[in-house]
């Protein structure tokens, strides 16, 4: 996992119960610096993440990616490459964001935050990193 101070913070309190002893998990949230995480990114099997900065990253450096969309902008800011894939979250608030109309502030104080997110289940995602590890292949 990668991310600033913060998604550590985030990431600690969310997966102590779950995944504490998980030898394959790996949080690097806030320990690694610029070069390093291009470093762990450009050498991934797949990554998985929403609307950012390292998925624009992954995508730059071709690594098999799944972004995840909600609120954000689908149209202006989806990945390009042709190992990249999406799920996009068939929710009210698909694409809330769209032409700026709002920002994620303003969403979280409005109570919607994570329900943007609500229309992609596990299981999508799981079957999605099946097809994307399968074409890795």
């Given at each position: 996992?990668?991310?600033?101070?913060?998604?550590?913070?985030?990431?600690?309190?969310?997966?102590?119960?779950?995944?504490?002893?998980?030898?394959?998990?790996?949080?690097?949230?806030?320990?690694?610096?610029?070069?390093?995480?291009?470093?762990?990114?450009?050498?991934?099997?797949?990554?998985?993440?929403?609307?950012?900065?390292?998925?624009?990253?992954?995508?730059?450096?071709?690594?098999?990616?799944?972004?995840?969309?909600?609120?954000?902008?689908?149209?202006?800011?989806?990945?390009?490459?042709?190992?990249?894939?999406?799920?996009?979250?068939?929710?009210?608030?698909?694409?809330?964001?769209?032409?700026?109309?709002?920002?994620e502030i303003a969403l979280s104080q409005k109570g919607i935050g994570h329900a943007a997110m609500d229309g992609i289940s596990?299981?999508?995602?799981?079957?999605?990193?099946?097809?994307?590890?399968?074409?890795?292949?």
């Amino acid at each position: 996992m990668v991310g600033d101070a913060g998604d550590n913070r985030v990431f600690a309190q969310a997966l102590a119960d779950s995944y504490a002893q998980e030898p394959l998990l790996i949080n690097t949230a806030g320990q690694t610096s610029f070069d390093e995480l291009v470093a762990l990114l450009a050498n991934a099997r797949a990554v998985l993440c929403h609307d950012s900065g390292v998925m624009h990253l992954s995508d730059a450096l071709e690594t098999p990616l799944i972004a995840l969309y909600g609120p954000t902008d689908y149209s202006r800011t989806h990945p390009r490459g042709s190992h990249s894939h999406t799920l996009l979250s068939e929710t009210p608030y698909q694409g809330i964001m769209r032409h700026f109309a709002t920002d994620e502030i303003a969403l979280s104080q409005k109570g919607i935050g994570h329900a943007a997110m609500d229309g992609i289940s596990v299981t999508m995602v799981l079957d999605k990193l099946a097809v994307v590890m399968q074409e890795a292949n």
